[in-house]
């Protein structure tokens, strides 16, 4: 593509399957920690994506949906299912389509990423715990047998129906960031030696047929994403080899579009995580890779992750490196940036990195996405951001509400 011909953000995207996107600008998934007792969508959230949709926003991923209300990754998900009220759901879609956005639902199975107070044996490919301090607060998981993998599966599907009847545009699978899918294309964390383990085909088949049963639910022409890791960044765990490999396997099923991040909650990539000096003056912390990507496939990708300002987001749609520009932690903080982008060339976001000054602390309250969190439970409850907000402040109101559903996690 030359450079004259380059999209900017303004404009729109059509995907191969006709379906058409305003502009280049992607939300990205974030923890909204929104969901009731019954883990149904509330007002708040209901409130916050339409608070997005009206800001600017071409597609709108939510932040991670359960498959499966006995495996949750956080108290507070949302989980899609037979026993979801599905009257919430109707009303979430019709906020977060507003003004010709695109709602695109995220599911999940966190497999073994889930904080011990929610589940006393988490499962997981293999029996392997996670590293890095992090065993101390998520507990040693059980293999799944072949049955509960063909389960899981079909729940995939069954969500992904439902959203399609509630009204979301489409449906993003959430492979990245250590969670179930992740996990079994993992080398590190995947050591079964059945077929869904050992080789990286084996290791792929479960996204694969995780892929086919939500393309046999919703049909062809209904949008199917996924947000995949560039790579694990950790010793012995997914590679950016097999990264591409994988990528090349989907595109070959007939995915819509993929969105590229990187890293796990062992080794936290997505975050910043110990970004180059040349990573950080791009802004995006995986443009080389999608760099790659784009030179070998023929669909739309989405680079997420460190984007700040107007000038690096053109400049990545320009030089061709991305079809969309991936948003997440700015959105917080200015839900209307995408507003702000299409129209002031200057346009750029200042974000503060929240600490409390003791890097153990900010680790074990994940302060990076929790400290967020409460600027998303502001903004859906009526309430202006507190981009000052105390980073204490955050971490107290964390331990509060571990605490609490410690003592009613048998009820998740």
């Given at each position: 593509?030359?450079?004259?011909e380059?999209?900017?953000?303004?404009d729109?995207?059509?995907?191969k399957n006709g379906?058409?996107?305003?502009?280049?600008?992607?939300?990205s998934a974030?923890?909204?920690?929104?969901?009731?007792?019954?883990?149904?969508?509330?007002?708040?959230?209901v409130?916050?994506?339409?608070?997005?949709?009206?800001?600017?926003?071409?597609?709108?991923i939510t932040?991670?949906v359960?498959?499966?209300r006995?495996?949750?990754?956080?108290?507070k998900?949302?989980v899609?299912?037979e026993?979801?009220?599905?009257?919430?759901?109707?009303?979430?879609?019709?906020?977060g389509k507003?003004k010709?956005?695109?709602l695109?639902?995220q599911?999940?199975?966190?497999?073994?990423q889930?904080p011990s107070?929610?589940?006393?044996t988490?499962?997981?490919p293999?029996?392997?715990?996670?590293g890095?301090?992090?065993?101390?607060?998520?507990?040693?998981?059980?293999?799944?047998?072949?049955?509960?993998?063909?389960?899981?599966v079909?729940?995939?599907?069954?969500?992904?129906e439902?959203?399609?009847a509630?009204?979301?545009?489409?449906?993003q699978?959430?492979?990245?960031?250590?969670?179930?899918?992740?996990q079994?294309?993992s080398?590190?964390?995947?050591?079964?030696?059945d077929?869904?383990g050992?080789?990286?085909?084996?290791?792929?088949r479960?996204?694969?047929?995780?892929?086919?049963?939500?393309?046999?639910?919703?049909g062809?022409e209904f949008?199917v994403?996924?947000?995949?890791?560039?790579?694990?960044?950790?010793?012995?765990?997914?590679t950016?080899?097999?990264?591409l490999?994988?990528?090349?396997?989907?595109?070959?099923?007939?995915?819509?579009l993929?969105?590229?991040?990187?890293?796990?909650y062992?080794?936290?990539c997505?975050?910043g995580?110990?970004?180059?000096?040349?990573?950080?003056?791009?802004?995006?912390?995986?443009?080389?890779y999608?760099?790659?990507?784009?030179?070998?496939?023929?669909?739309?990708v989405?680079?997420?992750?460190?984007?700040?300002?107007?000038?690096?987001m053109q400049?990545?749609l320009k030089r061709g490196?991305?079809?969309?520009?991936?948003?997440a932690?700015?959105?917080?903080?200015e839900?209307?940036?995408?507003?702000r982008?299409l129209?002031?060339k200057?346009?750029?976001?200042?974000l503060?990195n929240?600490?409390?000054?003791?890097?153990?602390?900010?680790?074990?309250?994940?302060?990076s996405?929790?400290w967020?969190?409460?600027?998303?439970?502001?903004?859906?409850?009526?309430?202006?951001v507190?981009?000052?907000?105390?980073?204490?402040?955050?971490v107290?109101?964390t331990?509060?509400?571990?605490?609490?559903?410690?003592?009613?996690?048998?009820r998740?």
């Open positions: 593509m030359k450079p004259d380059a999209p900017g953000l303004s729109p995207l059509i995907l379906v058409r996107i305003k502009n280049r600008i992607f939300k974030m923890s909204e920690q929104l969901g009731d007792k019954d883990h149904n969508p509330t007002p708040a959230l409130r916050l994506y339409s608070i997005w949709a009206n800001g600017g926003t071409g597609l709108s932040g991670n359960m498959i499966d006995s495996a949750l990754g956080e108290p998900n949302v899609l299912d026993k979801s009220d599905k009257s919430l759901f109707y009303a979430w879609t019709d906020g507003e010709d956005t695109q695109w639902i599911l999940n199975h966190p497999g073994k889930v107070f929610l589940a006393k988490p499962v997981a293999s029996a392997i715990p996670l890095k301090g992090l065993e101390k607060v998520f507990n040693l998981p059980r293999q799944l047998s072949e049955k509960e993998i063909e389960k899981i079909k729940k995939f599907g069954v969500s992904a439902l959203a399609k509630v009204g979301f545009s489409g449906v699978i959430h492979g990245a960031h250590g969670y179930l899918v992740s079994f294309l080398p590190r964390h995947n050591q079964r030696t077929q869904w050992g080789t990286l085909e084996n290791r792929t479960f996204v694969l047929e995780v892929f086919r049963e939500i393309r046999k639910a919703v062809k949008p994403g996924i947000k995949m890791n560039s790579a694990d960044f950790m010793k012995c765990g997914f950016t080899e097999e990264s490999s994988v990528a090349k396997a989907l595109e070959k099923e007939g995915i819509d993929i969105e590229i991040s990187g890293g796990t062992e080794s936290p997505m975050m995580h110990k970004a180059g000096a040349s990573t950080q003056k791009r802004e995006a912390y995986f443009l080389e999608a760099d790659q990507l784009k030179k070998q496939m023929d669909i739309p989405v680079v997420t992750g460190g984007f700040r300002s107007r000038w690096a400049g990545a490196a991305t079809d969309m520009v991936g948003l932690r700015p959105l917080a903080v839900p209307d940036f995408p507003n982008l129209n002031d200057e346009a750029r976001s200042n503060k929240p600490t409390t000054g003791f890097a153990a602390v900010d680790k074990m309250t994940m302060l996405i929790t967020y969190e409460y600027q998303l439970a502001r903004l859906g409850n009526g309430k202006r507190n981009p000052d907000q105390n980073a204490w402040a955050a107290f109101q331990l509060a509400r571990m605490g609490i559903h410690a003592f009613a996690k048998r998740a």
